[in-house]
């Protein structure tokens, strides 16, 4: 998969203000801590998540391998995918 970091980061924070409102709110769950948090705290939080964790992994971890895929679904933002690549050997 690949797509915009710009889009992953906001697919992120997206994803994150979804579950503080479902799965964060189970009193068992890791993250219960943040279901209480408001719409603006919690946003912040998960763009600190990413800008600390994720967006180095992305670009550290995952980025510098991107040549070795031999096949590669390019995703809009809107989560569609936009381009297939495949790579013969």
């Not at 889009?7 to 203000?17: A, H, K, P």
Request: without cysteine; aromatic residues 8%.
């Amino acid at each position: 998969m690949d797509a915009k970091t710009q889009d992953i980061e906001s697919w992120y924070v997206e994803r994150f203000l979804k579950l503080q409102k479902s799965a964060f709110t189970n009193p068992q769950s890791y993250f219960r801590r943040y279901a209480d948090l408001s719409a603006e705290a919690a946003s912040d939080l998960a763009l600190s998540i990413w800008s600390s964790i994720n967006e180095p992994n992305l670009r550290e971890n995952i980025l510098p391998t991107r040549s070795r895929a031999q096949l590669i679904l390019t995703k809009s933002r809107d989560h569609s995918i936009h381009r297939v690549l495949l790579r013969k050997n």
